[in-house]
């Protein structure tokens, strides 16, 4: 397996010369662009690596599914659908969707900005302070890696820039979808974005994910199974922005992409995959790490379909 992985980077790293790193967020523009690495955790507790696998980067989107467990570990399936619907948006992640001169919460896909938004009040805790501390812990339980933090540059760098999202939180808080303070709000989700990880963890993340919510090697339970596949059956329709289509063509497993340039992929039963590489395509998924994913699944038989 190691040597099918070299092979991969190998074929694949050309096209870390077709992509462009995200430069709205100011941080993120000074990434590598050669950087490149996967990571594998199986279902038998082996791991694979190849690349810049434990290169540091932020988290980005990748977080939204740790976002939804999190609200649903804390209240429930039904509540969390109260509030952010399944269907997916088939716009861009930070598209304001709003066409009809209403909002209604089913609108709300908790794989783009808005939900996400939205998914940061119904995290249990007194103050946004311990919201985000209950996802931070939450993040390092699944990737059994307790150094996990957050990057401060990064988010300082998002919270002065990150107009956009400022627009897309008032819009929900005209219309009821969120009570409490905006900025406080705001100041959870960049910071859930900020968190840094490497492909190692996003391989373990993705395992509980695809081991139905039980960590690796200790079989220890995490979130009940009925949520992992609620997360995943998300992921699988919507977790590639609005290329999700596509990646389910091509690749066929759930996964998460953020515009830090990981990639997060669930291979139900069988295994988690991490991949790094900060040049994206103008969805904001990573070309190579698309690429690398694409040639993985047809060299293991991955596809779902
Ligand atoms: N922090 C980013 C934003 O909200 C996350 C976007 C992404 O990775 O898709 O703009």
Do not use: W
């Not at 967020?25 to 690596?49: C, Q």
């Not at 989700?189 to 695809?210: N, P």
């Not at 009925?226 to 759930?254: H, Q, R, W």
């Not at 990981?262 to 590489?277: D, E, L, W």
């Amino acid at each position: 397996m190691d040597e099918l992985l070299e092979q991969i980077l190998r074929e694949c790293a050309p096209y870390t010369k077709e992509g462009a790193l995200a430069n709205y967020i100011p941080e993120l523009a000074k990434a590598d662009p050669n950087d490149f690495g996967i990571f594998i955790m199986s279902s038998d507790g082996r791991t694979n690596r190849t690349g810049d696998c434990h290169k540091p980067f932020t988290i980005q989107s990748i977080v939204k599914p740790i976002l939804l467990l999190q609200a649903l570990m804390d209240n429930g399936i039904e509540e969390v659908r109260r509030h952010v619907g399944v269907e997916a948006t088939g716009k861009p992640f930070d598209a304001i969707n709003y066409s009809d001169q209403s909002l209604l919460s089913d609108h709300l896909n908790p794989m783009v900005n808005m939900g996400a938004i939205c998914m940061c009040t119904l995290i249990k805790g007194d103050t946004y302070q311990e919201k985000f501390e209950r996802l931070l812990q939450l993040t390092r339980r699944l990737a059994g890696n307790d150094s996990i933090c957050l990057n401060e540059t990064v988010y300082r760098s998002e919270k002065a820039t990150g107009s956009k999202n400022r627009a897309l939180a008032y819009l929900l808080k005209t219309y009821g979808m969120i009570r409490d303070d905006v900025e406080e709000v705001l100041d959870c989700y960049f910071r859930a974005c900020s968190i840094q990880v490497c492909c190692a963890d996003l391989a373990r993340i993705g395992f509980v994910l695809a081991n139905h919510g039980r960590l690796p090697i200790s079989g220890e339970r995490v979130f009940p199974s009925e949520y992992a596949s609620y997360v995943n059956a998300i992921l699988m329709t919507c977790g590639m922005y609005d290329g999700s289509g596509e990646f389910a063509v091509k690749v066929g497993v759930p996964a998460k992409s953020g515009v830090g340039g990981g990639i997060m992929a669930v291979v139900p039963t069988r295994m988690g995959i991490g991949i790094y590489s900060p040049a994206l395509d103008g969805k904001g998924n990573s070309v190579a790490g698309i690429k690398a994913l694409e040639t993985l699944s047809q060299r293991l038989y991955l596809s779902i379909f």
